[in-house]
């Protein structure tokens, strides 16, 4: 049977200092070499992933948690969030006090000068505070947002913006995504133009937003490190990032 991987980035493929595992590096190796193709899932924009995706030499990758679809250097699928939801969002955060970044393939903007929560989030990322410029989802593309705010302010919008769902991957900041968006629907884009069929699918991930991935592949596989949420859905829990997790999935699942 033919097979292809996807891969989560954050607490998969970046183990807890952020480092792509020397381990790793040697089995995406042993894989391309197996002729099995290898692919990123993340929820993470196209400019953030632009040296991984050099060092890795793959250039396949589901981004923004589904939105953004690249296959093989060529842009296939594109699910922006409605503007409408965005100014009403926007506004229902300003209400309650909590702001948002705005993202699209080549940029992200705050619309506050300085947040620090956005700080704080930003900082497990090793990316630096946007700058501001809280028009700029009217004149772009908005693929994914973010909503900053604690966990117990979840309830104040989770069903009540209809195009919109929420996917907390900080204690401090929520991903904000179209209705129905997953990971899931981009690895569908890829494999449709690969030739593949959902069972020839082999997903890594770690955290909430990699659940309908893990549900819907062939094999869904979980890292030690990941959330109890997403292990009831494995097919494999695997050891830690921290502990060689994608190389030993990968050897006990005989793909290397």
């Known amino acids: 049977m033919r097979k292809i991987c996807f891969f989560d980035i954050d607490g998969t493929l970046l183990d807890s200092d952020k480092k792509i595992p020397q381990s790793t590096k040697e089995a995406l190796h042993l894989l391309k070499e197996n002729g099995i193709y290898t692919a990123i899932a993340t929820g993470r924009a196209p400019?953030?992933?632009?040296?991984?995706?050099?060092?890795?030499?793959?250039?396949?990758?589901?981004?923004?948690?589904?939105?953004?679809?690249?296959?093989?250097?060529?842009?296939?699928?594109?699910?922006?969030?409605?503007?409408?939801?965005?100014?009403?969002?926007?506004?229902?955060?300003?209400?309650?006090?909590?702001?948002?970044?705005?993202?699209?393939?080549?940029?992200?903007?705050?619309?506050?000068?300085?947040?620090?929560?956005?700080?704080?989030?930003?900082?497990?990322?090793?990316f630096p505070h946007p700058e501001q410029d809280e028009s700029y989802y009217n004149e772009h593309d908005i693929y994914q947002g973010l909503l900053f705010c604690e966990e117990q302010d979840t309830v104040l919008y989770e069903g009540k913006y209809p195009d919109i769902q929420?996917?907390?991957?900080?204690?401090?900041?929520?991903?904000?995504?179209?209705?129905?968006?997953?990971?899931?629907?981009?690895?569908?884009?890829?494999?449709?133009?690969?030739?593949?069929?959902m069972e020839e699918v082999y997903a890594f991930g770690d955290a909430l937003n990699d659940i309908e991935m893990i549900q819907a592949a062939g094999c869904g596989i979980v890292m030690g490190n990941g959330l109890p949420q997403l292990k009831q859905h494995a097919d494999f829990i695997t050891k830690s990032v921290d502990e060689d997790g994608i190389y030993y999935a990968l050897k006990h699942l005989k793909l290397i």
Do not use: C
Request: proline share 3%; charged share 25%; no cysteine.
């Open 166 to 197: 929420f996917i907390r991957w900080h204690p401090y900041s929520m991903d904000v995504v179209p209705l129905g968006g997953s990971k899931a629907i981009g690895i569908e884009q890829v494999i449709k133009r690969k030739g593949f069929k």
């Open 47 to 126: 400019f953030m992933i632009k040296d991984l995706l050099e060092e890795l030499e793959i250039d396949s990758y589901v981004s923004f948690n589904g939105q953004y679809v690249v296959f093989e250097g060529e842009v296939i699928y594109r699910n922006p969030l409605s503007k409408e939801q965005l100014t009403q969002l926007q506004a229902g955060g300003r209400q309650h006090g909590h702001s948002m970044v705005f993202m699209n393939d080549r940029a992200m903007k705050a619309n506050v000068k300085h947040d620090r929560f956005i700080e704080e989030s930003f900082a497990t990322l090793h």
